[in-house]
Protein backbone atom coordinates (compact mmCIF):
# COMPACT_ATOMS: atom_id res chain seq x y z
CA UNK A 1 0.00 0.00 0.00
CA UNK A 2 2.85 2.06 0.95
CA UNK A 3 4.48 1.41 -2.12
CA UNK A 4 1.21 2.52 -4.25
CA UNK A 5 0.72 5.83 -2.83
CA UNK A 6 4.74 6.54 -2.77
CA UNK A 7 3.93 5.63 -7.17
CA UNK A 8 0.79 8.13 -7.06
CA UNK A 9 2.56 10.77 -5.32
CA UNK A 10 5.58 10.31 -8.08
CA UNK A 11 3.08 10.38 -10.82
CA UNK A 12 1.15 13.67 -9.38
CA UNK A 13 4.67 15.58 -9.15
CA UNK A 14 5.80 13.96 -12.93
CA UNK A 15 2.42 15.92 -13.68
CA UNK A 16 3.53 19.08 -12.43
CA UNK A 17 7.02 18.77 -14.28
CA UNK A 18 7.31 20.82 -17.90
CA UNK A 19 10.82 20.62 -18.42
CA UNK A 20 11.10 17.98 -21.14
CA UNK A 21 14.66 16.67 -20.72
CA UNK A 22 13.70 15.74 -16.99
CA UNK A 23 10.48 14.05 -17.93
CA UNK A 24 12.95 12.04 -20.21
CA UNK A 25 15.63 11.20 -18.00
CA UNK A 26 12.28 9.92 -15.53
CA UNK A 27 10.84 8.05 -18.00
CA UNK A 28 14.51 5.89 -18.22
CA UNK A 29 13.99 5.00 -14.66
CA UNK A 30 12.17 1.88 -14.50
CA UNK A 31 9.39 -0.13 -17.07
CA UNK A 32 6.12 1.33 -15.08
CA UNK A 33 7.39 5.13 -15.18
CA UNK A 34 8.21 4.78 -18.73
CA UNK A 35 4.34 3.35 -19.29
CA UNK A 36 3.28 6.36 -17.09
CA UNK A 37 5.52 9.50 -18.15
CA UNK A 38 5.79 8.93 -21.77
CA UNK A 39 2.29 10.13 -22.82
CA UNK A 40 3.02 13.40 -21.08
CA UNK A 41 6.60 13.38 -22.35
CA UNK A 42 5.14 13.66 -25.51
CA UNK A 43 2.53 16.37 -24.31
CA UNK A 44 5.18 17.99 -22.98
CA UNK A 45 7.49 17.85 -26.21
CA UNK A 46 4.55 18.78 -28.74
CA UNK A 47 3.59 22.38 -26.94
CA UNK A 48 7.41 22.65 -26.50
CA UNK A 49 7.96 22.51 -30.70
CA UNK A 50 4.87 24.84 -30.63
CA UNK A 51 7.50 27.79 -30.24
CA UNK A 52 9.51 26.58 -33.29
CA UNK A 53 7.01 26.38 -36.08
CA UNK A 54 7.15 28.52 -38.61
CA UNK A 55 9.58 31.18 -36.89
CA UNK A 56 10.89 33.32 -39.31
CA UNK A 57 13.05 35.65 -37.10
CA UNK A 58 16.77 34.46 -39.30
CA UNK A 59 18.47 36.82 -37.62
CA UNK A 60 18.08 35.80 -34.71
CA UNK A 61 21.09 34.53 -31.98
CA UNK A 62 18.57 32.23 -29.68
CA UNK A 63 19.95 28.56 -30.07
CA UNK A 64 16.87 27.11 -31.52
CA UNK A 65 15.69 23.82 -30.58
CA UNK A 66 17.36 21.57 -32.18
CA UNK A 67 15.43 17.82 -32.38
CA UNK A 68 10.93 18.55 -32.40
CA UNK A 69 9.71 15.46 -31.67
CA UNK A 70 8.66 15.00 -35.29
CA UNK A 71 11.69 15.30 -36.76
CA UNK A 72 13.24 13.14 -34.69
CA UNK A 73 10.20 10.73 -34.99
CA UNK A 74 11.29 10.69 -38.77
CA UNK A 75 14.56 10.33 -38.85
CA UNK A 76 14.49 7.68 -36.28
CA UNK A 77 12.21 5.96 -38.43
CA UNK A 78 9.71 5.34 -35.82
CA UNK A 79 6.30 5.12 -36.96
CA UNK A 80 4.31 4.40 -33.53
CA UNK A 81 5.45 7.90 -32.49
CA UNK A 82 4.91 9.53 -35.65
CA UNK A 83 0.78 7.88 -35.00
CA UNK A 84 1.00 9.47 -31.62
CA UNK A 85 1.88 12.65 -33.38
CA UNK A 86 -0.98 12.63 -35.55
CA UNK A 87 -3.54 11.91 -32.99
CA UNK A 88 -1.98 14.79 -30.81
CA UNK A 89 -0.98 17.57 -33.17
CA UNK A 90 -1.66 16.48 -36.68
CA UNK A 91 0.06 19.64 -37.95
CA UNK A 92 3.52 18.86 -36.88
CA UNK A 93 4.09 16.68 -39.61
CA UNK A 94 3.63 19.07 -41.75
CA UNK A 95 4.90 22.04 -40.21
CA UNK A 96 8.16 23.90 -40.72
CA UNK A 97 10.73 24.18 -37.50
CA UNK A 98 13.60 26.05 -37.16
CA UNK A 99 16.62 24.09 -37.47
CA UNK A 100 20.32 25.18 -36.48
CA UNK A 101 22.67 25.92 -38.96
CA UNK A 102 25.75 24.36 -37.67
CA UNK A 103 23.50 20.60 -37.86
CA UNK A 104 26.07 19.72 -40.44
CA UNK A 105 28.85 22.26 -39.78
CA UNK A 106 31.80 19.26 -39.25
CA UNK A 107 31.01 18.42 -42.98
CA UNK A 108 29.50 21.22 -45.29
CA UNK A 109 31.63 22.50 -48.14
CA UNK A 110 31.33 26.34 -46.73
CA UNK A 111 33.47 28.32 -44.88
CA UNK A 112 33.44 27.04 -41.16
CA UNK A 113 34.65 30.54 -39.92
CA UNK A 114 31.52 32.66 -41.11
CA UNK A 115 28.73 32.55 -38.82
CA UNK A 116 25.07 32.15 -40.55
CA UNK A 117 21.49 32.71 -39.16
CA UNK A 118 18.89 29.61 -38.64
CA UNK A 119 17.81 27.09 -41.66
CA UNK A 120 14.46 25.22 -41.34
CA UNK A 121 13.30 22.12 -42.36
CA UNK A 122 10.21 19.45 -42.27
CA UNK A 123 9.17 16.49 -41.42
CA UNK A 124 8.99 15.41 -45.29
CA UNK A 125 12.52 17.48 -45.60
CA UNK A 126 13.86 15.43 -43.14
CA UNK A 127 12.94 11.57 -44.50
CA UNK A 128 13.73 12.64 -48.07
CA UNK A 129 16.86 13.41 -46.77
CA UNK A 130 17.72 10.27 -44.61
CA UNK A 131 15.95 8.13 -47.90
CA UNK A 132 13.09 6.70 -46.39
CA UNK A 133 10.42 5.53 -48.70
CA UNK A 134 8.38 4.01 -46.38
CA UNK A 135 8.05 7.29 -44.21
CA UNK A 136 7.96 9.55 -47.14
CA UNK A 137 4.86 7.09 -48.10
CA UNK A 138 3.17 6.94 -44.31
CA UNK A 139 3.76 10.96 -44.59
CA UNK A 140 1.60 11.82 -47.97
CA UNK A 141 -0.86 9.43 -47.16
CA UNK A 142 -1.98 10.78 -43.50
CA UNK A 143 -1.29 14.57 -44.08
CA UNK A 144 -3.51 15.48 -47.07
CA UNK A 145 -1.58 19.04 -47.07
CA UNK A 146 1.52 17.38 -47.73
CA UNK A 147 0.38 16.42 -51.05
CA UNK A 148 0.34 19.80 -52.88
CA UNK A 149 2.44 21.02 -55.05
CA UNK A 150 3.56 23.81 -52.32
CA UNK A 151 4.35 21.57 -49.96
CA UNK A 152 6.39 19.19 -52.16
CA UNK A 153 8.29 21.81 -53.31
CA UNK A 154 8.45 23.77 -49.97
CA UNK A 155 12.49 25.06 -49.68
CA UNK A 156 14.41 24.01 -47.20
CA UNK A 157 17.71 26.00 -45.44
CA UNK A 158 20.69 24.82 -44.19
CA UNK A 159 19.37 20.88 -44.40
CA UNK A 160 22.18 18.79 -45.39
CA UNK A 161 23.10 19.08 -49.30
CA UNK A 162 27.01 18.37 -48.36
CA UNK A 163 27.47 15.00 -50.28
CA UNK A 164 26.03 16.79 -53.72
CA UNK A 165 28.38 17.35 -56.43
CA UNK A 166 26.68 20.22 -57.77
CA UNK A 167 27.53 22.48 -55.20
CA UNK A 168 31.01 22.25 -56.21
CA UNK A 169 29.00 23.68 -59.48
CA UNK A 170 28.10 26.86 -57.27
CA UNK A 171 31.41 26.90 -55.80
CA UNK A 172 33.45 26.64 -59.08
CA UNK A 173 31.68 28.48 -61.40
CA UNK A 174 29.18 31.01 -59.24
CA UNK A 175 31.74 31.60 -56.45
CA UNK A 176 29.65 31.13 -53.80
CA UNK A 177 31.53 30.23 -50.40
CA UNK A 178 29.20 32.37 -48.14
CA UNK A 179 26.96 29.48 -46.21
CA UNK A 180 24.37 32.59 -45.72
CA UNK A 181 24.46 31.63 -49.81
CA UNK A 182 24.04 28.33 -49.87
CA UNK A 183 21.13 27.08 -52.28
CA UNK A 184 17.41 26.54 -50.45
CA UNK A 185 16.52 22.57 -51.09
CA UNK A 186 13.11 20.93 -52.13
CA UNK A 187 12.78 17.46 -50.40
CA UNK A 188 13.44 16.17 -54.01
CA UNK A 189 16.65 18.31 -54.36
CA UNK A 190 17.51 16.58 -50.95
CA UNK A 191 16.81 13.25 -52.02
CA UNK A 192 18.79 13.50 -55.17
CA UNK A 193 21.64 15.08 -53.06
CA UNK A 194 22.18 11.57 -51.11
CA UNK A 195 21.28 9.67 -53.96
CA UNK A 196 17.87 7.91 -53.36
CA UNK A 197 16.79 6.81 -56.69
CA UNK A 198 13.86 5.17 -55.25
CA UNK A 199 12.43 8.54 -52.95
CA UNK A 200 13.39 11.10 -55.77
CA UNK A 201 10.85 8.92 -58.11
CA UNK A 202 8.06 8.85 -55.58
CA UNK A 203 8.51 12.37 -55.18
CA UNK A 204 8.28 12.81 -59.02
CA UNK A 205 5.25 10.81 -59.26
CA UNK A 206 3.71 12.98 -56.59
CA UNK A 207 4.43 16.05 -58.72
CA UNK A 208 7.74 17.61 -57.35
CA UNK A 209 9.34 19.74 -59.79
CA UNK A 210 12.57 18.34 -61.60
CA UNK A 211 12.67 19.95 -64.34
CA UNK A 212 12.39 23.74 -63.41
CA UNK A 213 14.50 26.41 -61.01
CA UNK A 214 12.93 26.92 -57.72
CA UNK A 215 13.23 30.11 -55.09
CA UNK A 216 16.24 30.20 -53.45
CA UNK A 217 17.69 27.58 -55.79
CA UNK A 218 20.60 29.58 -57.81
CA UNK A 219 18.52 28.56 -60.73
CA UNK A 220 19.35 24.96 -59.79
CA UNK A 221 16.66 22.10 -61.44
CA UNK A 222 16.33 18.72 -60.14
CA UNK A 223 17.97 17.14 -63.68
CA UNK A 224 20.98 19.52 -62.99
CA UNK A 225 21.68 17.84 -59.54
CA UNK A 226 20.52 14.39 -61.48
CA UNK A 227 23.83 14.95 -64.05
CA UNK A 228 25.92 16.34 -61.23
CA UNK A 229 25.50 13.18 -58.97
CA UNK A 230 26.14 10.91 -61.58
CA UNK A 231 22.07 9.34 -60.69
CA UNK A 232 21.54 7.48 -64.41
CA UNK A 233 19.04 4.72 -62.98
CA UNK A 234 16.87 7.92 -62.59
CA UNK A 235 18.15 9.53 -65.79
CA UNK A 236 17.14 6.18 -67.44
CA UNK A 237 13.51 6.38 -66.09
CA UNK A 238 12.67 10.03 -67.00
CA UNK A 239 13.46 9.00 -70.31
CA UNK A 240 11.66 6.31 -70.24
CA UNK A 241 8.39 7.31 -68.95
CA UNK A 242 8.67 10.11 -71.36
CA UNK A 243 8.85 12.54 -69.10
CA UNK A 244 12.41 14.42 -69.95
CA UNK A 245 11.43 14.93 -73.97
CA UNK A 246 13.33 16.00 -77.09
CA UNK A 247 15.66 19.63 -76.36
CA UNK A 248 13.79 19.64 -72.79
CA UNK A 249 17.01 18.68 -70.76
CA UNK A 250 18.64 22.12 -72.28
CA UNK A 251 16.17 24.73 -72.20
CA UNK A 252 16.64 25.92 -68.21
CA UNK A 253 19.60 27.64 -66.97
CA UNK A 254 20.88 28.40 -63.73
CA UNK A 255 21.36 31.96 -62.72
CA UNK A 256 25.01 31.93 -64.24
CA UNK A 257 23.83 30.35 -67.85
CA UNK A 258 24.78 26.86 -66.75
CA UNK A 259 22.59 23.67 -68.39
CA UNK A 260 21.86 19.82 -67.42
CA UNK A 261 25.40 19.46 -69.54
CA UNK A 262 27.85 21.77 -67.30
CA UNK A 263 26.49 20.23 -64.41
CA UNK A 264 27.48 16.76 -65.73
CA UNK A 265 31.06 17.63 -65.87
CA UNK A 266 31.59 17.51 -61.93
CA UNK A 267 29.97 13.93 -61.92
CA UNK A 268 33.02 12.19 -60.09
CA UNK A 269 32.09 8.35 -62.36
CA UNK A 270 33.72 9.13 -65.90
CA UNK A 271 31.91 5.68 -67.65
CA UNK A 272 28.62 7.10 -66.00
CA UNK A 273 29.40 10.74 -66.17
CA UNK A 274 29.88 9.75 -70.36
CA UNK A 275 26.46 8.07 -70.32
CA UNK A 276 24.93 10.85 -69.29
CA UNK A 277 26.09 13.42 -70.76
CA UNK A 278 25.57 10.93 -74.59
CA UNK A 279 22.16 10.71 -73.42
CA UNK A 280 21.58 14.33 -72.82
CA UNK A 281 23.35 15.57 -76.31
CA UNK A 282 21.17 12.69 -78.04
CA UNK A 283 17.91 14.59 -77.09
CA UNK A 284 19.07 18.09 -78.22
CA UNK A 285 22.29 19.24 -76.64
CA UNK A 286 24.19 18.98 -80.14
CA UNK A 287 24.91 22.55 -80.31
CA UNK A 288 27.19 23.30 -77.24
CA UNK A 289 29.06 26.73 -77.87
CA UNK A 290 26.99 30.43 -77.95
CA UNK A 291 23.68 30.91 -80.16
CA UNK A 292 23.26 27.33 -80.49
CA UNK A 293 23.20 26.35 -76.61
CA UNK A 294 21.95 30.25 -75.62
CA UNK A 295 19.22 30.21 -73.22
CA UNK A 296 15.67 29.77 -74.48
CA UNK A 297 13.33 30.69 -71.86
CA UNK A 298 12.22 34.22 -73.12
CA UNK A 299 9.39 33.94 -70.90
CA UNK A 300 9.40 33.06 -66.79
CA UNK A 301 8.13 29.36 -65.92
CA UNK A 302 5.14 28.73 -63.31
CA UNK A 303 7.98 28.29 -60.91
CA UNK A 304 9.07 31.64 -61.24
CA UNK A 305 6.19 32.83 -59.79
CA UNK A 306 5.16 32.74 -56.07
CA UNK A 307 6.32 33.96 -52.88
CA UNK A 308 10.18 32.37 -51.84
CA UNK A 309 9.72 32.07 -48.50
CA UNK A 310 10.89 35.99 -47.28
CA UNK A 311 13.20 36.37 -50.19
CA UNK A 312 10.40 38.19 -52.40
CA UNK A 313 8.63 37.47 -55.18
CA UNK A 314 10.38 34.40 -57.51
CA UNK A 315 11.29 36.60 -60.60
CA UNK A 316 14.60 35.75 -62.63
CA UNK A 317 16.35 37.80 -65.13
CA UNK A 318 15.86 36.24 -68.49
CA UNK A 319 17.74 38.32 -70.27
CA UNK A 320 20.96 38.63 -67.99
CA UNK A 321 21.07 34.53 -68.20
CA UNK A 322 20.47 34.51 -72.02
CA UNK A 323 23.38 37.01 -71.60
CA UNK A 324 25.60 34.71 -69.35
CA UNK A 325 24.43 31.62 -71.72
CA UNK A 326 26.27 32.74 -74.64
CA UNK A 327 29.67 33.29 -72.90
CA UNK A 328 32.31 31.09 -73.20
CA UNK A 329 32.67 30.12 -69.70
CA UNK A 330 28.51 28.54 -70.29
CA UNK A 331 29.94 26.10 -72.78
CA UNK A 332 29.35 22.90 -71.23
CA UNK A 333 33.41 21.64 -72.76
CA UNK A 334 34.71 24.63 -70.89
CA UNK A 335 32.95 23.28 -67.65
CA UNK A 336 34.27 19.45 -68.50
CA UNK A 337 37.92 21.20 -68.61
CA UNK A 338 37.59 22.95 -65.90
CA UNK A 339 36.47 19.95 -63.92
CA UNK A 340 39.47 18.15 -65.40
CA UNK A 341 36.82 15.40 -66.69
CA UNK A 342 38.28 13.77 -69.53
CA UNK A 343 35.21 11.15 -70.09
CA UNK A 344 32.98 13.71 -70.72
CA UNK A 345 34.89 16.26 -72.72
CA UNK A 346 35.90 13.18 -75.27
CA UNK A 347 31.78 12.55 -75.14
CA UNK A 348 30.84 16.42 -76.07
CA UNK A 349 33.46 16.99 -78.40
CA UNK A 350 33.26 13.55 -80.28
CA UNK A 351 33.01 14.23 -83.84
CA UNK A 352 33.49 18.04 -83.42
CA UNK A 353 36.79 19.65 -83.61
CA UNK A 354 35.00 23.12 -83.94
CA UNK A 355 37.40 26.44 -83.33
CA UNK A 356 34.69 27.37 -80.16
CA UNK A 357 35.54 24.37 -78.58
CA UNK A 358 38.85 25.01 -79.08
CA UNK A 359 38.46 28.18 -77.61
CA UNK A 360 36.87 26.86 -74.79
CA UNK A 361 39.24 24.39 -73.43
CA UNK A 362 42.17 27.21 -74.36
CA UNK A 363 40.39 29.49 -72.39
CA UNK A 364 39.82 27.18 -69.21
CA UNK A 365 43.63 26.38 -69.70
CA UNK A 366 44.37 29.28 -69.50
CA UNK A 367 42.13 30.59 -66.25
CA UNK A 368 43.41 27.12 -64.44
CA UNK A 369 46.91 27.99 -65.14
CA UNK A 370 46.27 31.19 -63.57
CA UNK A 371 44.61 30.15 -60.43
CA UNK A 372 41.16 31.58 -61.59
CA UNK A 373 39.78 27.54 -61.59
Request: hydrophobic content about 40%; proline content about 6%; charged content about 25%.
Given at each position: ????????????????????????????????????????????????DETEIDNTDYATHESPYSVPLA??????????????????????LSARFRLPATTCRPHWPWDPALTVTVGYTTALHTAATIGNLAILRWLMRHCPSLRTAEAVDAPSRYTCQCPSRHLRVLQM????????????ASPLHLALCHGHVNCARFLIQHGANWDRPLPGSHGVTGLMIIAANGLLPLLDWLLRERLLKVNDALVERDDMGLGALNYVAVCQNGWVAASIARRLM?????????????????????ADHGHA????????????????????????????????????????CRGDSSTCHQECILTADWQMDNGQR
Open positions: MGWRLDYDVMLTVVDSIQHVPTLSAIACTCRSLHRAVMPKLHRRALDHLWATTSQARPLLETILALRPAHFHVLYDPEECPLRIGGQGLHGPSYAYRGATPSEDGLGTFDRDHEQILSYSEDVEACPVFAARCARNDDVLREL
